[in-house]
Structure formats: C-alpha cells, structure tokens
C-alpha cells in the first residue's frame, strides 16, 4: 500500500504543478490471439493464448528541451493448454512509471533525447484444472532505467518517437510471494554497442500528442 500512496502522491503532485505548461499525451494498446494445433495421428491437441495491453502516457514539457511525465501499465493474458485435462491460464499485471525526458541533441525535426524511468508493476496469475482454480503467486517489480530515443516532430503537436539499443542502464528488484514463502531477485543491466542500434522485426514506432 505505501507504493500506491507514493505514486498517486506523485500523480496528484504532478497536475498540479505548472498548469499552464504544455501537456502531451500518448501511448499504445494491443492485442493478439493465437491457436496451436498438434496431430500426432491418435489424439489432437490443442493450445490457445490471447494477450491484451493498453499502456497510456501522460505529461508535460517544463521547456523546449525537458519534459516531464508518467507511462501506466495494463496487460491481460489468457490460454488454455492440453485437452485432457484441459488447463486455463491466466495472468494480469498493472503498473505505472514516472518517467524524466531530456532532448540532448536537435536538428531540425529530428531529436535525440535520454529517458529514466522509475516504475513498478503487480502481476498475478491462476490457473484453472478440471473447474479447480488455484492461485499462483504474487510478483512485485521495481524498476530504474535509463535509455535513449529518437524523435521526429510531424508537426507541432504531434511527435513520432521509438528507442534505440545503443545503450541501457537498468536495475530491477522483484519479488514473489505464494502466501507461505517469498523469493527475491534482483538484477543490473549496463550495455553499449553499435551492433543492433535498430533491430528491424522488434522496431516500435509510438507518438504523443501536445496541446
């Protein structure tokens, strides 16, 4: 609870100041649905997965070259596995992260620019066996990251943007806790390189919208 009462503080903290700064908004949603059939000339099986994602983004530019803002993250996954017994799996995760941009580098409408973010997401998970659910366990997230981006402004109010893998620096903490035991990780992640700055088949083109 004292996580939630952090971020909410930060999100009520965060319309209140410089109301009259330039607000922007974007984001994407998602979903996908899959079906696998095997045949191995006595029985067929069948597997279904299905994915739902709808992350929203607000904020807000305190100049022309920093900016300010907060990525929230919904996902919804489902499927089923086997047929006898037949097995149901689901899972949803939220989470929100505020996020500080700086444009470092401007040339005409294009603009590379470094994010942190500092987030968190709740993730939960069941599973149902001949109309029997059984909860899975509960995992925590926290997360730092530090990254760069490219943007191209179309006009001036809509922007494209997409990352680039030229350099990461991240940590991450997680937890998971099955009522009866809790296991922690952690893990840090420091990397550069010009090998993959673009990789084709994973790029991710996103836009925000500035009023």
């Known amino acids: 609870m004292r996580t939630y009462r952090v971020f909410l503080t ?6 209140l100041i410089n109301l009259n700064a330039q607000f922007f908004v974007g984001g994407n949603i998602g979903f996908s649905a899959a079906t696998h059939k095997n045949d191995d000339g006595i029985t067929t099986s069948k597997a279904t997965t299905n994915s739902f994602s709808f992350n929203p983004s607000v904020g807000k530019f305190l100049s022309d070259k920093v900016a300010l803002g907060l990525d929230l993250n919904l996902t919804f996954n489902g499927g089923t596995t086997g047929t006898n017994p037949e097995i149901k799996v689901k899972s949803s995760s939220v989470g929100a992260s505020p996020f500080l941009r700086y444009y470092a580098i401007t040339w005409n ?5 470094g994010q942190a973010n500092l987030g968190f997401a709740i993730t939960n998970s069941s599973e149902t066996i001949n109309g029997t ?3 899975g366990p509960k995992v925590s997230s926290y997360y730092f990251t530090i990254y760069p981006g490219l943007s191209y402004d179309v006009s001036d109010k809509l ?7 030229i350099f990461r620096l991240g940590y991450g903490y997680n937890t998971e806790d099955d009522g009866s035991t809790k296991v922690t990780s952690s893990n840090f992640v420091l990397g550069a390189g010009l090998d993959d700055i673009i990789s084709v088949p994973t790029i991710s083109v996103g836009a925000i919208y500035k009023f």
């Open 133 to 135: 659910k059984t909860d």
């Open 10 to 15: 930060f999100l009520f903290a965060f319309f």
């Open 109 to 113: 409408k294009f603009s590379v620019f």
């Open 159 to 165: 922007q494209l943007q997409t990352y680039i893998n």
